[in-house]
């Protein structure tokens, strides 16, 4: 019942969802992941104060359950109580007996900037994930980190910067010890932002040869999520040429569970002079409810467009 109920849940199926998870927590009453798992979908639908009455019902079944905290804090993230977010991310932080929550309960905490549209706090939370990425040696978030940093500064306007922390992101995508897979998607993606750096600076065919070598490479790779990355980066380029057509073309090829791919769907639409569609996509991105670096540097600027 847990697994059909993410099954509804990603096919955006709430109703089945909502039954199939209170069948799990009918079968498994004294059980605290039955509670999250219903306590996810309440977020996920919008039901934001519910969503934290179970994710705590979570917690009391398992004193030593802290990821509903996450949980909790990104309802008050959603609620546009940031102070109260931050709260329950760093309660998570210093409960979590584990390196990876410490890590996630950090990087919410720069999500929680972005969605407030503070970017020098975000940059502050930034260094803090840093430097316990660099204590603790997981690389992965190293990485991450970096190109996380060259994406904010993009979006503030700051394209040398941008292009430095690119630079960073990539030297230390090839000294540390990745899996070769790991390493390759990085570099995909990393490929695909220089395009788009290439776009912002209106470099047009220095960023269509970029995308030209990178597709090179997807079609070796043979990866689908790469593929579609490749299509959220193509439309944006061609969005930044005034191509709406082309690039609404490009989008719908997107991962359409991607926040950023929605976002500029909703401004091709836009540019295009299509408000109903725009206006529905934008409310599609502020009613995405969950987590991730895409999600929480398109959301304040959707939430803006969708009024």
Known sequence: YNTLGYAYKVNGKYKEAEEAFKKYMELAPNLSNPVDSYA???????RFDESIVHYQKAMEKDSAFVTPLRGIGLNY???GDFTKA??????YFATSQQVNGKTDALSNLL???LHQWDM?????????????????KIPGSVVANHFNRAFISAENGKLDEAAAHLNHARTANESFALTPAAKGTNGVNMGLFEAELLARKKDFAGAARQLEQIKALIDKRGSAFETKNYHTSTGYVELMQGNNDKALEMFQKGNPDNP???FR???AYEKKGDKANAKKSYQAVVDWNW????YAITRPQATKKAM
């Open 120 to 136: 020098e706090g975000a940059m502050k939370a930034a260094d803090r994930h840093l430097a316990f990425a660099e204590k603790e």
């Open 260 to 262: 950023l791919n929605i």
């Open 265 to 267: 769907m909703a401004m």
């Open 40 to 46: 996810e979908l309440l977020m996920k639908m919008g």
């Open 291 to 294: 987590t991730g670096f895409s």
């Open 77 to 79: 993230l959603h609620k």
């Open 111 to 113: 999500f929680s900037y």
């Open 86 to 91: 931050r709260e329950y991310f760093e309660k």
